[in-house]
């Protein structure tokens, strides 16, 4: 009897111990969880338990309630993490601007000083808090994506103290000085600090991206498309990403419900027909809230015959659809092509696009000269620009290269990548796709990342130019280096020597919202002939009006009203180009003969 109770108190005890271990484990899992993780796996729960209305509806105290006490533990300590080997004081700076004060600063001990940061945009209050040496671990910007991110300096307790921080979270941490003259967002530069308080001047500064909030955006976050994915294949677009007179890219929209893709062509005419495993992948937009999820599939169409004309059809569709169908060129020195500036994905953009097609139907294809949409990470914008698009694009290649739009707030351009197919024969240090080129007929065509470093492309754009032997070389890259408003000095240094060491013949861009077109120029100055220069144009794609600019001594064309296309025509050694406005108005024209 004495030994039957002492086996059930010790099974009893091996039951408490396995529980406790489990609680001990479940909790160490819930900490060692990201932030990430917390706001995925909400937004699912979201999505299951509320309405449109409601998600419209979220505030901060809406917000707060979402969370268990562990998971607001994580949003508050592990956004941001580093290792100090002493003890610190760490000061956040956040902007007076931001309406909502993170929720973590008072409740971790962070305490308010009277001290300002000041940029010339806005001014930081800052917080500060000491830490004894080891982890350190701060919280998400706040739940309504204010887009400014705070951002964060260091200093040992002990001024005799030589501090080293470690065990970076994001890991590619940069550690500046803090100072007048520092910036703090790595994707503005440009924006750097003019006042700082003499007690901060010195500490080890870490920077960040503006963007960052949107790892925690609830309040005002969702979205919804005007054009959601169903199981229907749509927004078929033609892309390039090899020889255009061999290769042809199709790419195409799901649901999440179809599972493979296949394209099926064949020669216009031809009873022989071939078929192409398109490759899927998963996009994910998640605030929005009636597609959050979507297929893309691009099926890479190879050994074409040049010269020919091929019809296409994307499974499950029946018949060959007379919209589905391109040419590829023909071995000869003539073809057209149609450019826009910037476009926004505006419905007013979709008029110019089918005026342009139905005035040059010859065009062999199109290009955008970035900000293509308004937000690259908005799938919904997207959504918009390919529906006004939907006639041309799966006849005629859409080949584009990023703005500042399509990259936001230094959160990349993952989106774009995942809509578009292009050459990856681009610098190495700049992702794929971003950056590219390739050859026309005659012609070469430099499509360029200027959101990227500028420095780091200088050298593969002179060995992209000087291996070409095209009779006729573009470049196309968003911000112009010669403009009214703000000059890109730094594209002037970098490009414009080689541009003209090499001879392009043109350079196309967007970002101001004006047409300009330049006299040929040469080392930043006009010259008298095509032949000894470049020209440089900028160009728009939306409607705008501006009421006055400053003088451009360069330029031979300017137009301050939207919404243009041009038209460049090339038959052997002879180039003819015009832009035109929405009135079918001819706004600029000129000839240039090799």
Same mark, same amino acid.
């Given at each position: 009897?004495?030994?039957?109770?002492?086996?059930?108190?010790?099974?009893?005890?091996?039951?408490? !111990?396995?529980?406790?271990?489990?609680?001990?484990?479940?909790?160490?899992?819930?900490?060692?969880?990201?932030?990430?993780?917390?706001?995925?796996?909400?937004?699912?729960?979201? #999505?299951?338990?509320?309405?449109?209305?409601?998600?419209?509806?979220?505030?901060?105290?809406?917000?707060?309630?979402?969370?268990?006490?562990?998971?607001?533990?994580?949003?508050?300590?592990?956004?941001?993490?580093?290792?100090?080997?002493?003890?610190?004081?760490?000061?956040?700076?956040?902007?007076?601007?931001?309406? !909502?004060?993170?929720?973590?600063? @008072?409740?971790?001990?962070?305490?308010?000083?009277?001290?300002?940061?000041?940029?010339?945009?806005?001014?930081?209050?800052?917080?500060?808090?000491?830490?004894?040496?080891?982890?350190?671990?701060?919280?998400?910007?706040?739940?309504?994506?204010?887009?400014?991110?705070?951002?964060?300096?260091?200093? @040992?307790?002990?001024?005799?103290?030589?501090?080293?921080?470690?065990?970076?979270?994001?890991?590619?941490?940069?550690?500046?000085?803090?100072?007048?003259?520092?910036?703090?967002?790595?994707?503005?530069?440009?924006?750097?600090?003019?006042?700082?308080?003499?007690?901060?001047?010195?500490?080890?500064?870490?920077?960040?991206? =503006?963007?960052?909030?949107?790892?925690?955006?609830?309040?005002?976050?969702?979205?919804?498309?005007?054009?959601?994915?169903?199981?229907?294949?749509?927004?078929?677009?033609?892309?390039?990403?090899?020889? @255009?007179?061999?290769?042809?890219?199709?790419?195409?929209? /799901?649901?999440? /419900?179809?599972? %493979?893709?296949?394209?099926?062509?064949?020669?216009?005419?031809?009873?022989?027909?071939?078929?192409?495993?398109?490759?899927?992948? =998963?996009?994910?937009? =998640?605030?929005?809230?009636?597609?959050?999820?979507?297929?893309?599939?691009?099926?890479?169409?190879?050994?074409?015959?040049?010269?020919?004309? #091929?019809?296409?059809?994307?499974?499950?569709?029946?018949?060959?659809? *007379?919209?589905?169908?391109?040419?590829?060129?023909?071995?000869?020195?003539?073809?057209?092509?149609?450019?826009?500036?910037?476009?926004?994905?505006?419905?007013?953009?979709?008029?110019?696009?089918?005026?342009?097609?139905?005035?040059?139907? *010859?065009?062999?294809?199109?290009?955008?000269?970035? *900000?293509?949409?308004?937000?690259?990470?908005?799938?919904?914008?997207?959504?918009?620009?390919?529906?006004?698009?939907?006639?041309?694009?799966?006849?005629?290649?859409?080949?584009?290269?990023?703005?500042?739009? %399509?990259?936001?707030?230094?959160?990349?351009?993952?989106?774009?990548?995942?809509?578009?197919?292009?050459?990856?024969?681009?610098?190495?240090?700049?992702?794929?796709?971003?950056?590219?080129?390739?050859?026309?007929?005659?012609?070469?065509?430099?499509?360029?990342?200027?959101?990227?470093?500028?420095?780091?492309?200088?050298?593969?754009?002179?060995?992209?130019?000087?291996?070409?032997?095209?009779?006729?070389?573009?470049?196309?890259?968003?911000?112009?280096?010669?403009?009214?408003?703000?000059?890109? +000095?730094?594209?002037?240094?970098?490009?414009?020597?080689?541009?003209?060491?090499?001879?392009?013949?043109?350079?196309?861009?967007?970002?101001?919202?004006? #047409?300009?077109?330049?006299?040929?120029?040469?080392?930043?100055?006009?010259?008298?002939?095509?032949?000894?220069?470049?020209? +440089?144009?900028?160009?728009?794609?939306?409607?705008?009006?501006?009421?006055?600019? /400053?003088?451009?001594?360069?330029?031979?064309? =300017?137009?301050?009203?939207?919404?243009?296309?041009?038209?460049?025509?090339?038959?052997?050694?002879?180039?003819?180009?015009?832009?035109?406005?929405?009135?079918?108005?001819?706004?600029?024209?000129?000839?240039?003969?090799?």
């Amino acid at each position: 009897m004495i030994q039957r109770l002492y086996n059930l108190k010790l099974l009893r005890f091996s039951v408490v !111990l396995i529980l406790a271990a489990g609680i001990i484990s479940c909790a160490q899992q819930v900490r060692e969880q990201s932030v990430k993780d917390i706001m995925d796996k909400t937004f699912t729960q979201l #999505y299951r338990t509320m309405s449109s209305k409601e998600l419209s509806a979220i505030d901060e105290n809406k917000a707060m309630s979402l969370f268990s006490k562990d998971e607001l533990h994580i949003l508050a300590t592990r956004h941001w993490m580093f290792t100090a080997n002493v003890p610190v004081v760490v000061s956040v700076m956040r902007s007076t601007e931001q309406n !909502l004060i993170p929720f973590w600063l @008072p409740e971790n001990g962070f305490l308010k000083t009277d001290m300002i940061v000041k940029n010339a945009q806005v001014s930081y209050e800052v917080w500060q808090k000491s830490f004894d040496a080891g982890p350190v671990g701060l919280g998400i910007n706040g739940f309504e994506n204010y887009t400014l991110h705070y951002f964060v300096s260091v200093a @040992p307790q002990n001024n005799k103290d030589q501090l080293i921080l470690t065990n970076f979270t994001p890991s590619n941490q940069f550690v500046g000085v803090m100072d007048i003259g520092a910036f703090t967002y790595h994707d503005w530069d440009e924006l750097v600090l003019i006042e700082v308080p003499p007690p901060l001047k010195g500490q080890k500064l870490l920077t960040t991206i =503006r963007g960052r909030g949107v790892e925690s955006h609830l309040i005002g976050a969702f979205r919804k498309s005007s054009y959601p994915s169903s199981a229907k294949p749509d927004q078929v677009m033609l892309t390039w990403s090899s020889d @255009p007179s061999t290769g042809m890219d199709i790419q195409w929209r /799901t649901d999440t /419900t179809v599972a %493979d893709g296949v394209v099926n062509y064949r020669a216009k005419g031809s009873i022989q027909e071939l078929s192409v495993k398109a490759s899927r992948y =998963r996009m994910e937009d =998640r605030v929005l809230m009636n597609d959050r999820y979507i297929n893309r599939f691009t099926a890479e169409l190879r050994n074409l015959k040049p010269g020919t004309t #091929y019809e296409y059809r994307v499974a499950p569709q029946k018949g060959w659809p *007379d919209e589905y169908s391109f040419s590829t060129p023909a071995k000869d020195n003539q073809f057209s092509f149609t450019w826009f500036g910037d476009t926004h994905f505006s419905p007013r953009f979709g008029d110019i696009f089918a005026k342009a097609e139905k005035a040059h139907s *010859d065009a062999a294809f199109y290009m955008i000269a970035g *900000d293509l949409v308004s937000d690259g990470l908005h799938r919904d914008q997207w959504d918009d620009l390919f529906e006004y698009s939907k006639h041309i694009i799966p006849r005629k290649p859409l080949m584009s290269v990023l703005g500042n739009h %399509d990259s936001r707030y230094g959160l990349g351009a993952l989106m774009y990548r995942e809509l578009f197919s292009y050459p990856k024969n681009g610098p190495a240090d700049v992702p794929p796709e971003q950056t590219y080129s390739f050859t026309y007929k005659n012609a070469f065509f430099l499509m360029i990342d200027c959101t990227s470093p500028i420095e780091i492309q200088n050298s593969w754009i002179e060995e992209q130019l000087a291996k070409s032997k095209a009779t006729w070389k573009f470049a196309m890259f968003h911000f112009p280096p010669y403009n009214w408003e703000e000059p890109y +000095y730094n594209i002037q240094k970098a490009w414009v020597s080689l541009f003209d060491k090499y001879h392009v013949d043109m350079v196309m861009s967007g970002h101001l919202h004006y #047409y300009m077109r330049s006299n040929p120029m040469k080392a930043g100055k006009v010259v008298k002939s095509f032949k000894d220069g470049t020209v +440089y144009a900028i160009s728009i794609g939306i409607p705008t009006d501006y009421d006055k600019i /400053t003088d451009e001594p360069y330029a031979a064309v =300017r137009n301050l009203k939207g919404t243009l296309y041009q038209y460049v025509k090339i038959e052997d050694e002879q180039l003819k180009y015009i832009a035109v406005n929405a009135d079918n108005e001819l706004i600029d024209s000129f000839t240039i003969k090799k």
